[in-house]
Every structure is written in C-alpha cells, then in structure tokens.
T-cell receptor, first 111, second 115 residues
Framework: DGGITQSPKYLFRKEGQNVTLSCEQN?????MYWYRQDPGQGLRLIYY???????QKGDIAEGYSVSREKKESFPLTVTSAQKNPTAFYLC??????????FGSGTRLTVV | KQEVTQIPAALSVPEGENLVLNCSFT??????LQWFRQDPGKGLTSLLL?????REQTSGRLNASLDKSSGRSTLYIAASQPGDSATYLC??????????????FGKGTKLSVKP
C-alpha cells in the first residue's frame, strides 16, 4: 500500500542534542512538507520541498534543518538551536489532483 | 496573509444527528480546500478534497461544499455515529513565496458524538 512512514513514533531529546526525524513516502509525490503541531496553535509549516535537492523555509524554520537527496525521503533535524522542540511533528506529501497525504507523526519530548 | 477559521471549536451532539462544521478563509484566491480528520495522538486522515473548479465533494455520509466568493466551506455529516468523534480540520491551498500548494490550516473543530 502506498503511504507515508514516519519514524520513530516517540523520540526523546536531551538538552543540546540534535535529533533527526525520518519521513519516507512511496507515493511518487514530488512535494513534501514538515509541520509542527502544538495544542491550541494548529499546524505550522517548518520546511517544504517541491523537488529533489531543493527546499524552502516555512513559517517556523529557525532551529530546524532538512535535506532532500531522494524523492522518497525528507528527513527533519531538530537542532540544539530550537529552544522549544517539544511538539508533535507531521510529515506530508502532495500529489497532483490528489491533495495532501500525512504520516502518523512523531512526538518529540525534551528530557 | 491567508487565515483560516473554524467555528465552533468544539461540538457535542447525540448519535444520529445531522451536523455542519464551518470553515472560513480570508483570501478568496485559494486553489483547493481539503478537509481532514485527526484522532487523538494520530496523524491527519484526508476526508475530502475540493478542487478549484469544483463546488462540492461527497464521500459516504460526508459532503463538503466550497464557496470562494464568500470565503466559506462547510462539512456536512449525516447520521452521526460515535466513531465520528475526532477533531476535524479544514485547510486552504495558497501560494507561498511563489510556489504552489501550501496548506493553511484552521485550528479545528473537536466533535464528540454521544451514544
């Protein structure tokens, strides 16, 4: 079945540590996105990529980095510069005339 | 900048009732509009996508309409069931930095259907 796989489901980060969230899709979609969801604030766009080897900052890119070396993969790194990383992170891809498809999310907690 | 608002923030209804969830957006120059469902602690599940040239879409007990001129979309749920309990999110497609296809989300309506 086609879809988006996010891993891990739960992730714990220590102070000053970088962590990477995985996002893989087998839908053959060109565009991929990372969103952050906080209670009461809705979803906010972190980064997006319309094509391999190209990506753009969203509304809240500070403290995050991404890469897009393969069409299927769009990993997100939460760096130590992100001062409030505890949140639910959602990855999505977009297909022409198909809309957005989301993964099941990664819950990141600072310990 | 595009803003999407969903009212009410929460809704509780008895099983079997027909209901309408509302979504409004400030910029009528949207491409498409998509409705999602989110269960607690889970990702988003796409319910309906209304493309630019369409005015409504239907899937089973769900019907979504789009009126760009008034900046409104509604999601109609017929004969509600306890399994429909979830948060419903609407999202408008808009340009972002010249690129197409970025979604602006509302904060959602949390629906509870009582048996």
């Amino acid at each position: 079945d086609g879809g988006i796989t996010q891993s891990p489901k739960y992730l714990f980060r220590k102070e000053g540590q970088n962590v990477t969230l995985s996002c893989e899709q087998n839908l053959n979609h060109d565009a991929m996105y990372w969103y952050r969801q906080d209670p009461g604030q809705g979803l906010r766009l972190i980064y997006y990529s319309q094509i391999v080897n190209d990506f753009q900052k969203g509304d809240i890119a500070e403290g995050y980095s991404v890469s897009r070396e393969k069409k299927e993969s769009f990993p997100l790194t939460v760096t130590s510069a992100q001062k409030n990383p505890t949140a639910f992170y959602l990855c999505a891809s977009e297909g022409l005339n198909y809309g957005y498809t989301f993964g099941s999310g990664t819950r990141l907690t600072v310990v | 900048k595009q803003e999407v608002t969903q009212i009410p923030a929460a809704l509780s209804v008895p099983e079997g009732e027909n209901l309408v969830l509302n979504c409004s957006f400030t910029d009528s120059a949207i491409y498409n509009l998509q409705w999602f469902r989110q269960d607690p602690g889970k990702g988003l599940t796409s319910l309906l996508l209304i493309q630019s040239s369409q005015r409504e879409q239907t899937s089973g007990r769900l019907n979504a309409s789009l009126d760009k001129s008034s900046g409104r979309s509604t999601l109609y749920i017929a004969a509600s069931q306890p399994g429909d309990s979830a948060t419903y999110l609407c999202a408008a497609y808009t340009n972002y930095g010249g690129s197409q296809g970025n979604l602006i989300f509302g904060k959602g309506t949390k629906l509870s259907v009582k048996p």
